[in-house]
């Protein structure tokens, strides 16, 4: 079992950055390969970052490719989402979720999930 808890959320104005944490609960954190999705109002859970077991192997959206960084730290079960750059587009609720096998672009292949923290990006 694990338990995850994002935080970090909140209100930017477009061009600002905000960093999302995701702090996770049980001792096998450093199995999961560690995924970031978003989603806004009326539509579908999407891809955003993705990052292997130790960190070293990160995937992302084209939308967020070269504004948002993943990063994971095992020693303090914890996964982190920097976003810079932001735009109004980007305003969303943000989950993150822990995947043991399948295609980590896909929500469905997830195991679990947090609670969501919104990220609101006002113009």
């Known amino acids: 079992q694990v338990q995850l808890v994002e935080s970090g959320g909140g209100v930017v104005q477009a061009g600002g950055s905000l960093r999302l944490s995701c702090a996770a609960s049980?001792?096998?954190?450093?199995?999961?390969?560690m995924g970031w999705f978003r989603q806004a109002p009326g539509k579908e859970r999407e891809f955003v970052a993705a990052?292997?077991?130790?960190?070293?192997?990160?995937y992302y959206a084209d939308s967020v490719k070269g504004r948002f960084t993943i990063s994971r730290d095992n020693g303090k079960n914890t996964v982190y989402l920097q976003m810079n750059s932001l735009k109004p587009e980007d305003t969303a609720v943000y989950y993150c979720?822990?995947?043991?096998?399948?295609?980590?672009?896909?929500?469905?292949?997830?195991?679990?999930w947090g609670q969501g923290t919104q990220v609101t990006v006002s113009s």
């Open positions: 049980g001792r096998t954190f450093s199995r999961y390969v």
């Open positions: 990052c292997d077991w130790s960190g070293g192997s990160t």
């Open positions: 979720g822990a995947v043991s096998s399948g295609n980590l672009y896909y929500a469905r292949a997830y195991d679990y």
